[in-house]
């Protein structure tokens, strides 16, 4: 029972705390999100590390907005067959949203799960933010 | 016999039920028993059904869903199939009377353009009124609570302001909170009260295609306003033509007066006439919004320009056109999980009750006006609106014999 119950409290930890990193609208419209480092993460991650996250998350996005050869292409291709083509195509937008929550799941596993912190995908948030949840610290004791 | 008698209650038998959230709940309800003990456990509620819900049948704002989310508009929709109506009883009134005689006389291709036209002209409207505009969801209550700490921590005695500044491109743009969302708007987007949701990019909300036109719909508008502005140029043109060539019989001025082209006349100029206004809109990257309530003009200062646009009408056609087309926001088909965390409610449930909305923002916390007059921020189809009593009855006027 004592097992079980402590098998429980390690699946599913407490949430301490919620971090929204807004959007940056200084450049525009574009989907971008402030690369400012939040002060509640101070005690768990590196200050470095926070910002190549973002600053790779900027990125992916600006490729996805991106206005190019490619995606005029596309837009011509797409208004010339009434638009029917996306239903058997994706549109370079969405490929790029897969690309994006494949890096935040990487991201999570790699370097966020371990600090006990969670990466919210902003597409889950209508991309208004970055929602980084807090675990409680379970610390030294009951890691396994 | 008595004691019998008292043995059986008197008042209904009540049943609790046991309801785990992994098993399903064991008998419904029987009616009876369950409404006299007016007791019935909350959580099995939910599990009545047991299929899942999909997000469009909680979704918070003003609009109307069909085929399962798929298709997506704004709670008024007479005006849409007004519009329907009058396009395919015009189109088809031209397709049965005229098309055999300009088909056998001029050129089979005219009926073929025609069609084409028409199928083009109604894949647009469609695309136009049943997709999401751009709507921007409403905020989780965590967010909603952090954005309320973040403006009180900043406040002093008084309310706090509800805007922020941004510099964009060297303009500096306001943003501001909504109240119904808890949101603070990105830069050109608006609330709409008609369908009561923030949208991107929000250009007007079009009562003629039966949604808000913003940064999804856009394109589809546009090119919906300017192949009909083809189509119904198209169809004048011909229906022209075949009055003359019928009228050599009886005289040229006599056909005419007995068709009222006049009234067409007007019809082709004022759809013409606002494919022409959105030419200059796309041109110049604004939206009707913008426009209309003069932000970038240069009355408002000498240092007012429009920090969106690209500064050449070539790249800011093809933006508007044909840049990247961005998804939808609001998952409508996605399936409810039992942690999502629900939007916020328009009242000031969580927390950030100090602040009690201002009559200047109480026009978008409910409430509903004619859509005509007043809705996202002052904006209204108004060249809608104006030619709304005109065009009315018009494409039935075409064809009096």
Same mark, same amino acid.
């Given at each position: 029972? !004592?097992?079980?119950?402590?098998?429980?409290?390690?699946?599913?930890?407490?949430?301490?705390?919620?971090? &929204?990193?807004?959007?940056?609208?200084?450049?525009?419209?574009?989907?971008?999100?402030?690369?400012? &480092?939040?002060?509640?993460?101070?005690?768990?991650?590196?200050?470095?590390? &926070?910002?190549?996250?973002?600053?790779?998350?900027?990125?992916?996005? !600006?490729?996805?907005?991106?206005?190019?050869?490619?995606?005029?292409?596309?837009?011509?291709?797409?208004?010339?067959?009434?638009?029917? @083509?996306?239903?058997?195509?994706?549109?370079?937008?969405?490929?790029?949203?897969?690309?994006? !929550?494949?890096?935040?799941?990487?991201?999570?596993?790699?370097?966020?799960?371990?600090?006990?912190?969670?990466?919210?995908?902003? @597409?889950?948030?209508?991309?208004?933010?970055?929602?980084?949840? @807090?675990?409680?610290?379970?610390?030294?004791?009951?890691?396994? | 016999?008595?004691?019998?008698?008292?043995?059986?209650?008197?008042?209904?038998?009540?049943?609790?039920?046991?309801?785990?959230?992994?098993?399903?709940?064991?008998? +419904?309800?029987?009616?009876?028993?369950?409404?006299?003990?007016?007791?019935?456990? +909350?959580?099995?509620?939910?599990?009545?059904?047991?299929? +899942?819900?999909?997000?469009?049948?909680?979704?918070?704002?003003?609009?109307?869903?069909?085929?399962?989310?798929?298709?997506?508009?704004?709670?008024?929709?007479?005006?849409?199939?007004?519009?329907?109506?009058?396009?395919?009883?015009?189109?088809?009134? %031209?397709?049965?009377?005229?098309?055999?005689?300009?088909?056998?006389?001029?050129?089979?291709?005219?009926?073929?353009?025609?069609?084409?036209?028409?199928?083009?002209?109604?894949?647009?409207?469609?695309?136009?009124?049943?997709?999401?505009?751009?709507?921007?969801?409403?905020?989780?209550?965590?967010?909603?609570?952090?954005?309320?700490?973040?403006?009180?921590?900043?406040?002093?005695?008084?309310?706090?302001?509800?805007?922020?500044?941004?510099?964009?491109?060297?303009?500096?743009?306001?943003?501001?909170? $909504?109240?119904?969302?808890?949101?603070?708007?990105?830069?050109?987007?608006?609330?709409?009260?008609?369908?009561?949701?923030?949208?991107?990019?929000?250009?007007?909300?079009?009562?003629?295609?039966?949604?808000?036109?913003?940064?999804?719909?856009?394109?589809?508008?546009?090119?919906?306003?300017?192949?009909?502005?083809?189509?119904?140029?198209?169809?004048?043109?011909?229906?022209?033509?075949?009055?003359?060539?019928?009228?050599?019989?009886?005289?040229?001025?006599?056909?005419?007066?007995?068709?009222?082209?006049?009234?067409? %006349?007007?019809?082709?100029?004022?759809?013409?006439?606002?494919?022409?206004?959105?030419?200059?809109?796309?041109?110049?990257?604004?939206?009707?919004?913008?426009?209309?309530?003069?932000?970038?003009?240069?009355?408002?200062?000498?240092?007012?320009?429009?920090?969106?646009?690209?500064?050449?009408?070539?790249?800011?056609?093809?933006?508007?056109? $044909?840049?990247?087309?961005?998804?939808?926001?609001?998952?409508?088909?996605?399936?409810?999980?039992?942690?999502?965390?629900?939007?916020?409610?328009?009242?000031?449930?969580?927390?950030?009750?100090?602040?009690?909305?201002?009559?200047?923002?109480?026009?978008?916390?409910?409430?509903?006006?004619?859509?005509?007059?007043?809705?996202?921020?002052?904006?209204?189809?108004?060249?809608? $609106?104006?030619?709304?009593?005109?065009?009315?009855?018009?494409?039935?006027?075409?064809?009096?014999?």
């Amino acid at each position: 029972m !004592a097992e079980t119950h402590s098998l429980q409290d390690l699946q599913q930890p407490a949430v301490s705390s919620k971090v &929204f990193v807004q959007r940056d609208y200084s450049s525009g419209t574009i989907c971008k999100f402030q690369t400012k &480092f939040p002060s509640e993460l101070e005690s768990r991650m590196d200050k470095q590390q &926070f910002e190549e996250t973002m600053q790779s998350l900027n990125n992916l996005y !600006a490729e996805a907005e991106k206005l190019g050869g490619k995606s005029y292409l596309e837009g011509c291709l797409a208004c010339l067959t009434a638009y029917t @083509i996306f239903l058997c195509m994706e549109t370079h937008y969405e490929k790029v949203l897969k690309k994006i !929550a494949k890096y935040i799941k990487d991201q999570n596993e790699k370097i966020y799960a371990p600090r006990g912190l969670l990466l919210t995908d902003p @597409i889950e948030r209508g991309l208004r933010v970055v929602e980084i949840t @807090i675990f409680e610290d379970r610390s030294i004791g009951s890691g396994r | 016999m008595s004691q019998i008698q008292h043995a059986v209650p008197d008042a209904p038998i009540r049943y609790t039920q046991i309801c785990t959230r992994s098993s399903s709940c064991s008998s +419904p309800q029987t009616s009876s028993s369950a409404a006299a003990a007016g007791t019935e456990p +909350p959580s099995c509620t939910g599990h009545r059904g047991r299929t +899942p819900r999909r997000k469009w049948q909680v979704f918070p704002g003003r609009n109307r869903f069909y085929c399962d989310g798929r298709v997506m508009m704004a709670r008024q929709t007479g005006v849409f199939y007004l519009t329907l109506v009058l396009i395919l009883l015009t189109s088809g009134l %031209f397709f049965a009377f005229d098309c055999p005689y300009l088909a056998s006389n001029l050129s089979p291709a005219i009926p073929a353009v025609g069609a084409v036209l028409f199928v083009f002209v109604m894949g647009m409207l469609f695309r136009a009124s049943f997709s999401d505009p751009g709507v921007l969801p409403r905020a989780t209550p965590d967010e909603a609570a952090d954005l309320e700490r973040q403006i009180d921590s900043t406040g002093c005695s008084k309310p706090p302001p509800r805007t922020r500044e941004v510099l964009i491109n060297g303009q500096t743009v306001k943003l501001k909170y $909504c109240f119904t969302c808890k949101i603070f708007r990105p830069p050109r987007a608006s609330h709409c009260s008609l369908c009561d949701n923030c949208v991107e990019r929000f250009d007007h909300h079009c009562p003629w295609v039966g949604n808000c036109v913003g940064r999804r719909n856009y394109r589809f508008f546009y090119l919906f306003i300017l192949s009909l502005s083809f189509l119904t140029i198209f169809i004048f043109a011909f229906v022209i033509t075949h009055v003359v060539l019928r009228s050599n019989r009886t005289g040229f001025l006599t056909t005419l007066k007995d068709s009222p082209v006049v009234v067409c %006349f007007f019809s082709v100029w004022s759809i013409v006439g606002l494919s022409g206004f959105h030419t200059y809109l796309i041109s110049s990257n604004q939206t009707t919004n913008e426009d209309i309530k003069g932000t970038w003009s240069k009355k408002e200062g000498k240092d007012n320009y429009n920090p969106y646009s690209y500064g050449n009408v070539l790249t800011n056609c093809c933006a508007a056109l $044909c840049g990247p087309l961005p998804p939808s926001l609001i998952d409508r088909r996605g399936l409810i999980q039992a942690d999502t965390p629900q939007t916020a409610h328009q009242s000031n449930g969580t927390g950030g009750g100090s602040y009690a909305p201002t009559q200047l923002h109480s026009h978008m916390v409910g409430g509903y006006h004619p859509g005509w007059l007043q809705h996202g921020g002052g904006t209204s189809c108004q060249f809608c $609106c104006f030619h709304a009593a005109k065009i009315s009855f018009v494409p039935l006027t075409f064809y009096i014999y």
